[in-house]
């Protein structure tokens, strides 16, 4: 079975600094995706960023970037440049064809302090 | 292009009454899956549909049930309620199963 481990519950940033979120998970495929999903207030799920597992270049997206190290079934998200907008929940997620489904972290509320 | 659109957003039901929870997703977008979100639990896998079949369905009971229509609308049904139900439903729309999930609103359950 397929798990997602995020260890922090909550982390807290100041203003422009940068984040690192961790993630790992365990799963005995060689085919899958991972993703990060940001959950603000509103409650709207929205995708961050996406990482196929056979690619070895990580994943970026404007001022979010992954840190994707296949062997040791780490995923971490690094957001720079730290806005007000980016508190949020954020949830980690792997998907698999064989389970065709999203398996999700327990997630870490991220706080940005002005 | 629209997002995908859940309805309703907000619903109380008593305990033993059923309710259904409708997904419309992105145009063109085939697969779509349920998901149910508490505070205890976090977020939990319902089922997946794609081209009217389900294709997964995730460790609930019997009680929850859902369908795909042709026009790859969903709906879900939860039948006999129990407090334990109340949660937030979220429902999300790809292309395809392996491709970006794309999540609605969601719909706040809360049972009496």
Redesign the interface.
Known sequence: AQTVTQSQPEMSVQEAETVTLSCTYDTSENNYYLFWYKQPPSRQMILVIRQEAYKQQNATENRFSVNFQKAAKSFSLKISDSQLGDTAMYFCAFYTGANSKLTFGKGITLSVRP | KAGVTQTPRYLIKTRGQQVTLSCSPISGHRSV?W?QQTPGQ??Q?LF?Y?SETQ??K?NFPGRFSGRQFSNSRSEMNVSTLELGDSA?Y?C?SSST??A????G??T?LTVV
Do not use: T
């Open positions: 899956s998901y976090g977020l896998f997946e794609f294709r997964n995730g937030l979220l999300a199963p392996a970006e999930a794309f999540f609103q969601g706040r």
